[in-house]
């Protein structure tokens, strides 16, 4: 049976650069990037995608609702909606 996999989105003009997400996870599958969002923050990326087990302690504990994980077919990281600043 293969590994499960998942996707892990990162909403980044919602992003406030607080860093809950990257301590809480298990498997360091994120990290601040070097980009700037709407409001002039690093918003998280999903760098390791392929590490993620699906726990979902980043979307549950994101005050500000900008990680979502749903479980796929191949491992996938995404970042959407980052205007420039
Ligand atoms: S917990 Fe949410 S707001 Fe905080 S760094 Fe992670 S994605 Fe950004
Ligand atoms: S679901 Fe769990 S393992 Fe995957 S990115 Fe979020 S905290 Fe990390």
């Known amino acids: 049976m293969p590994a499960r996999r998942f996707i892990v989105t990162v909403v980044a003009d919602r992003c406030k650069e607080c860093g809950i997400c990257i301590a809480l996870c298990p498997k360091n599958v994120l990290e601040k990037g070097n980009k700037l969002n709407w409001k002039g923050f690093h918003y998280t990326v999903p760098a390791r995608p392929e590490q993620c087990i ?32």
């Open 54 to 85: 699906g726990c979902r302690l980043c979307e549950y504990n994101c005050p500000d609702f900008a990680i979502f994980v749903v479980e796929a077919e191949a491992a996938k990281g995404e970042t959407v909606w980052a205007r420039q600043a």
